[in-house]
């Protein structure tokens, strides 16, 4: 029990962190820039997680619902169609935007030409999915761990530095906007693995140990980025935490940043290629088919449509989080 708990734990983490989060922007945007209040607001979103993304688990394992289209139908009722439709608009562009993530981390980082970048990711994801769930399960297991204890190290490294002022309003509904995005796209892998888990036990001390661990890892990165002087001028602050206190593990937090990219990039494709699959017979060739039309996707201006899709989401994100509270627990 306690090695699938685990495993439900890294692939819950795994999911909700990414490009954002890797680099450190999205922690800034939602809880440092906030200064000390950050903490408390940390600790709120680390108890949601554990809230909401348990009670999504076993909604879905009494569902037996085999994807996410299965769950928000439950959800929003007739609705739900409607909202399965835009949530696959917005999981291929988001996905197409990790994708394009790699390639920036290749090109940015390693300084080699960005295509070899998603070259590399679209053939890692291939092979990832040809296992299914095993993949992903296999691929957070080598992952998660590493940015856990180089999360670890940076907060070890660093003091807190932070300020106590009085904050504004936006910053405690921010652990409510920042739960309810990111599990609205977790649920595309969440979703099928607590129905294969199946056992509630299991899923609920995954669902705590994910929970967890999400929170001390915006612990620990908030504690690192607190330290960092004119924060909001970093296109990717936690990069300057690590030149500054890590600057020899430079090139394992590299690594780390396109590991965490990567496994949020295979769990859209995961979400995508399930959904697809349902209306079509030949999955590896749909699979091949979705991939190259992200590659494509993720090399024309698509910014100006992530910034009409993005707020309309997480208005959906909002609802979603509240249906999930008041929904009645299948039995």
Not at 59 to 77: I, K, P, V
Not at 136 to 149: A, E, G, K, Q, Y
Not at 270 to 293: D, S, Y
Request: aromatic share 16%; hydrophobic share 60%; glycine share 8%.
């Amino acid at each position: 029990m306690w090695m699938r708990a685990v495993q439900i734990a890294f692939v819950y983490v795994g999911t909700v962190v990414g490009a954002g989060f890797a680099t450190g922007k999205e922690i800034v945007q939602f809880f440092t820039q906030y200064g000390a209040i950050g903490f408390v607001t940390i600790a709120a979103s680390g108890g949601l997680f554990i809230f909401f993304g348990t009670r999504l688990m076993m909604m879905a394992a009494r569902l037996h619902a085999r994807s996410y289209e299965q769950l928000n139908a439950y959800l929003f009722g007739k609705f739900g169609v409607l909202v399965n439709l835009f949530m696959f608009v917005v999981l291929f562009s988001v996905t197409s935007v990790m994708l394009s993530g790699a390639g920036a981390v290749f090109e940015e980082q390693l300084h080699m030409p960005a295509y070899v970048g998603l070259v590399l990711t679209i053939i890692l994801a291939f092979v990832t999915m040809l296992f299914g769930l095993n993949g992903i399960l296999s691929v957070n297991m080598i992952v998660v761990p590493m940015m856990v204890i180089f999360s670890l190290c940076i907060a070890m490294m660093n003091g807190s530095d932070v300020v106590w002022t009085k904050p504004p309003l936006a910053a405690f509904f921010s652990p409510f906007a920042y739960v309810a995005f990111n599990l609205a796209m977790a649920q595309v892998v969440l979703v099928p693995l607590a129905t294969e888990v199946k056992d509630e036990q299991t899923i609920r001390l995954g669902g705590w140990l994910g929970g967890m661990l999400l929170m001390f890892i915006l612990f620990s990165s908030h504690v690192a980025l607190s330290l960092l002087p004119q924060l909001s001028s970093y296109s990717i602050p936690m990069a300057e935490v690590v030149k500054r206190s890590l600057a020899s593990f430079y090139w394992l937090y590299v690594v780390i940043i396109y590991g965490e990219i990567f496994t949020s990039f295979i769990a859209g494709v995961f979400g995508l290629h399930r959904k697809l699959a349902l209306f079509f017979q030949q999955p590896t060739l749909i699979l091949i088919v979705l991939l190259l039309a992200m590659y494509a996707f993720s090399l024309i201006g698509y910014h100006a449509l992530l910034t009409f899709l993005y707020p309309l989401f997480g208005y959906m994100s909002i609802i979603f989080i509240f249906l999930l509270f008041y929904r009645k627990m299948p039995s």
